[in-house]
């Protein structure tokens, strides 16, 4: 499942790519995709020129010059991939956006994806994006914002950072070597997590995202020209890699349940400990 690095580098190159292109047709087909009737989609977004691309958490916001928003969400793994022309098409996808040069892009959903349209007015209000907290790729995103979220909070820190209304992007995947490296089980509460272990988790959090990035987002991910990326399990710590020996201390690393999700974790190094 594609998670912050994937997403930001899948929208850079969406933007790089399609920024002002003019839509010709959207084809839907699946209509549970969407969130209005497919005609609707197609006579509002006939025409209209693509002025910027960006990301919100794991959402894709695509922004029209007639004041219209493509709202693309991944969900559970999808591929989005571009066409220079009519005959290199993908045989299998969901949603197609044709361009008036015959470029384009196909959506391919392996489940929960969604492709939406939101006027001006309406994208502040929302539901699948309005409450997304900013990133740790946002510049705002500093210690001292991390800290200032953090404060009078009592969740267990998993969830806390799970939560896509605390800190937008963060998934499963890369939570795993996030807490690892930050030497904290993801049962413990944030209230007994003193200062200098939020510094650490801070970094953990920009160094593990920033490494990803930096090799190109994660290998089994396909970016918006089908290339994979370079992050493969060898760069992972402890995520998937249960009955494997710690890197830190040799410990075998354990599966454990963390609410609807599993983390692996290191029992030595990630002990749960009351202060």
Known sequence: ???????????GQMKDTLRGKSIKNITVLQEKCANIAVDEFQDRTAGAKITDVYNKGKWIIT???NGEYILLSLGMGADVLYFDSVNNVPDKYQVKVLFADDTGY???FWWFGKFLLVSANGLASEPNTK???IDPFDERFTLE???SILRGKKTQIKAFLMEQKNVGGIGNMYMHDILFKAKLHPHKKISEIDEDEIKHLYKSIMEVLALSREKGAFAYEND???RK???TMDYF???YKENQPCPVCGESIILIKTGSTSTFICPACQKLMNK
Do not use: C, N
């Open 106 to 108: 196909t959506a391919r």
């Open 224 to 226: 918006f020209f089908g």
């Open 131 to 133: 409450d997304i907290a």
């Open 1 to 11: 499942m594609a998670e912050l690095p994937e997403i930001t580098k899948l929208a």
């Open 237 to 239: 710590l402890v995520g």
């Open 229 to 231: 990326g370079g992050y």
């Open 63 to 65: 922004s029209l010059d």
């Open 145 to 147: 914002y991390f800290m």
